[in-house]
């Protein structure tokens, strides 16, 4: 018998290759076969997942944090015992340019800024307090007249302490004006303060009777 030619052995290995491809693509694994054991660690990537094949029962309890979860696409929490803080409320107001928030920012129906403290119109609040002041003092009245006139209108004159920290807030220089202190003896008499340009305090005290400028004040309130 003589040599094989070279097409003879060509042949010969395309017919192997096929026979071996063929058995091959016959083989079939087991059911249930493939295990942790033979899949190699970091071998699947995430295009070998189904979509949505991973759910929430197969993540770890507390695994996920900010990182992972795009809180834009989170909606408003539904219930919750209380608000970590007002103020994110108050700046969506604010952020809006209007006095109206969106549902979600109202506290009890109203914006959250409704709940700042603020002073009545017309009376300006001294900064780093909680008192509201007539920018402007009044033309002088009576001790009495100037009380009168506060309480009408749901305030009230300033203690000395008060009108200390309103001179502070407009500085230099302010004249005597009433205060909310009242003497008895030997007549009826009442406080007054003043500050001069070097920002001194100084004490007096006058006939009720007697006209002096004064300041009506009250509590910042919401």
Known sequence: MGKPTPATIVALVALFVSLG???YAA???????????QIRDGAVANRDLHAQAVTGSKVADNSLTGAQINSSTLGTVPMATRATSADHAADAAHADNSDHAKTSDLLAGS?????????PTGLHRAPKTDICFDFTERAAA?????LKTCVAAGLRLPDPGE??????????????????SQFFAPNAAAGMMSQDSSRNISLNADLVTRAHPYRCITTASD
Do not use: E, R
Not at 27 to 37: D, E, F, R
Not at 111 to 119: K, N, Q
Not at 163 to 180: I, P
């Open 142 to 146: 009576t001790w009495t007249d100037a």
């Open 27 to 37: 083989i079939k694994l087991p059911a249930n076969s493939v295990g942790t054991k």
């Open 163 to 180: 009108l200390a920290q309103v001179f502070d807030d407009l500085g230099a220089f302010q004249d005597f004006q009433w205060t909310s």
């Open 111 to 119: 914006p959250a800024s409704t709940y700042l403290v603020h002073c």
């Open 21 to 23: 491809g063929t058995t």
